[in-house]
Every structure is written in C-alpha cells, then in structure tokens.
C-alpha cells in the first residue's frame, strides 16, 4: 500500500512562492511517475504537474497555467516529490492533491490510484 502525505499550503501574497511537499510511503517511488492536480473552489479537480520515474529520464510535464511558474521535482532518495510555486496568483487559489503511479501519453496526464489528502493554497490579492 502506497500513502502520499502533502504538506506546505498555506496563504500567500500574490507574486509569493510557496513549495509543496508530498512524502511517499512505500519502496516503488523511485519507479513511479508522481504529479500534482489542484481543485479550485466550486471547481473540478485539475492536472497541474507530472514528472516520470526516474528511470524514464525523470522528464516533467506542466498544465500551460502553470508552465514557467512551476516546478515539479523529486529526490528519491526522501521519497517525496516538490511542487515549487513561484509567482503566484489568486487564481492558483486551491486544494493541491498529490498523484502517484499515474502516467503521461499524448499530450495528457491520467492519474495513478494513489492520492494524497490534499494541502489548502490560497493566494491573496
């Protein structure tokens, strides 16, 4: 059983930066392709980032919202994988969810079945 624990919400200034954590239970990390989707309020649950295994080349992919402002990475070596928000706006305001196992083909994200809890981001005017 695979568990994803996020952390590192919280309020923020727009033009802020804020980095999210999600740690990884579990030995299969290193092998797995990890991403971030976001739920805005009222809103469906977005796909936001996504970098492949490690053994795959490790490449990242980004929702064109966030592309250039985010960025995603991992250390395997702490089983936990980063989003790095930078430039952040009110509209960025959301629940960040923590994916695992998903995969990335033609030109889009389909999530893995494992989810973290969830961390609250809001960006304020």
């Known amino acids: 059983q695979v568990q994803l624990v996020e952390s590192g919400g919280g309020l923020v200034q727009a033009g802020g930066s804020l980095r999210l954590s999600c740690a990884a239970s579990?030995?299969?990390?290193?092998?797995?392709?990890m991403g971030w989707f976001r739920q805005p309020p009222g809103e469906e649950r977005e796909f936001v980032a996504a970098?492949?295994?490690?053994?795959?080349?490790?490449?990242?992919y980004y929702a064109d919202s966030v592309n250039g402002r985010f960025t995603i990475s991992r250390d395997n070596g702490k089983n936990t994988v980063y989003l790095q928000m930078s430039s952040l706006k009110p509209e960025d305001t959301a629940v960040y969810f923590c994916?695992?196992?998903?995969?990335?083909?033609?030109?889009?994200?389909?999530?893995?079945?494992?989810w973290g809890q969830g961390t609250q981001v809001t960006v304020s005017s």
């Open positions: 970098v492949t295994a490690s053994r795959s080349g490790g490449r990242t």
């Open positions: 579990g030995r299969t990390f290193s092998s797995a392709t």
């Open positions: 994916n695992g196992r998903g995969s990335y083909v033609r030109g889009n994200y389909s999530p893995g079945d494992y």
